[in-house]
T-cell receptor, first 113, second 111 residues
Framework: DGGITQSPKYLFRKEGQNVTLSCEQNLNHDAMYWYRQDPGQGLRLIYYSQIVNDFQKGDIAEGYSVSREKKESFPLTVTSAQKNPTAFYLC????????????FGPGTRLTVL | RKEVEQDPGPFNVPEGATVAFNCTYSNSASQSFFWYRQDCRKEPKLLMSVYSSGNEDGRFTAQLNRASQYISLLIRDSKLSDSATYLCVVNLGNYGQNFVFGPGTRLSVLP
């Protein structure tokens, strides 16, 4: 089945630790995205990538880093510099073009202990 | 002014009711428009794209008014399973990476 997978589903982190969230897609999409969602809030864009080896900061990139070494993969690292990392993290992908919708993975729920 | 605004909600309606959601966007250069639904603690899922001529999918009807920069979603004969948060999404173009999400409107359909 084609789709987007994210792992792990739940992640617990101690303060001061870096953690990496996985996102893989087999939809052959060029563009991939990371969003953060806080309880009762909308989605906020962290990073996006239109093509392999290229990515751009979104609205709330501070304290996060990404890489795009393969078309299928767009991992997100939450660093210790992110002051309030507890949130629901969603990865999405889309084809390039102004009229194409995004498809989302199931999300990773990160809790800092 | 926020780029995408939606009815604040929540909407609590009885089964079988018709409910309408409204969304406004601020950027007149917006290219495409979508409604997503998000169940509690789940990922958003595409409900329908919104076209200039309006489109319908079963009990769901979406309308776009570019002149007023306004999008609507109508749900007829609402079901318990329609309970979710409905997200209005606008694509600003620029090679398709510039998606802007509204805050969502929560719907509870009551028995």
């Amino acid at each position: 089945d084609g789709g987007i997978t994210q792992s792990p589903k739940y992640l617990f982190r101690k303060e001061g630790q870096n953690v990496t969230l996985s996102c893989e897609q087999n939809l052959n999409h060029d563009a991939m995205y990371w969003y953060r969602q806080d309880p009762g809030q909308g989605l906020r864009l962290i990073y996006y990538s239109q093509i392999v080896n290229d990515f751009q900061k979104g609205d709330i990139a501070e304290g996060y880093s990404v890489s795009r070494e393969k078309k299928e993969s767009f991992p997100l690292t939450v660093t210790s510099a992110q002051k309030n990392p507890t949130a629901f993290y969603l990865c999405a992908s889309s084809t390039r073009g102004s009229y194409n919708e995004q498809f989302f993975g199931p999300g990773t729920r990160l809790t800092v202990l | 002014r926020k780029e995408v605004e939606q009815d604040p909600g929540p909407f609590n309606v009885p089964e079988g009711a018709t409910v309408a959601f409204n969304c406004t966007y601020s950027n007149s250069a917006s290219q495409s428009f979508f409604w997503y639904r998000q169940d509690c603690r789940k990922e958003p899922k595409l409900l329908m794209s919104v076209y200039s001529s309006g489109n319908e999918d079963g009990r769901f009807t979406a309308q776009l008014n570019r002149a007023s920069q306004y999008i609507s979603l109508l749900i007829r004969d609402s079901k318990l399973s329609d309970s979710a948060t409905y997200l209005c999404v606008v694509n600003l173009g620029n090679y398709g990476q510039n998606f802007v999400f509204g805050p969502g409107t929560r719907l509870s359909v009551l028995p």
